[in-house]
Nanobody, 122 residues
Framework: QVQLVESGGGLVQPGGSLRLSCAASGSIFSINAMGWYRQAPGKERELVASITSGSSTNYADSVKGRFTMSRENGKNTVYLQMNSLSPEDTAVYYC????????????????WGQGTQVTVSS
């Protein structure tokens, strides 16, 4: 079984910063990539940022230059540093991992965290 646990959400004023964390644990064989998605009320879930096992990153145009995704070497943990936040960034942020498990080491599957609320408001 695999668990993804996010933390770091909260309420912040416009222009402020937050750092989200996501720790993956359980019977993980290998992780291909991890990503952060967000879903605002009435909108579809969208990709915010992703990072591969080789640490290549990709960002949505709306967050380029403001958000930075990183991973902790040797640990299945990723971070999303969010700067210059605006009300448009308000959403539930979800961590995603594309990985294989010890039980099925050749089958890639997607796993999701429970989500963490980010609210940007004065």
């Amino acid at each position: 079984q695999v668990q993804l646990v996010e933390s770091g959400g909260g309420l912040v004023q416009p222009g402020g910063s937050l750092r989200l964390s996501c720790a993956a644990s359980g019977s993980i064989f290998s992780i291909n990539a991890m990503g952060w998605y967000r879903q605002a009320p009435g909108k579809e879930r969208e990709l915010v940022a992703s990072i591969t096992s080789g640490s290549s990153t990709n960002y949505a145009d709306s967050v380029k230059g403001r958000f930075t995704m990183s991973r902790e070497n040797g640990k299945n943990t990723v971070y999303l540093q969010m700067n210059s936040l605006s009300p448009e960034d308000t959403a539930v942020y979800y961590c995603n991992a594309r990985l294989t498990t010890v039980r099925l080491p050749t089958t890639m599957a997607n796993y999701w965290g429970q989500g963490t609320q980010v609210t940007v408001s004065s």
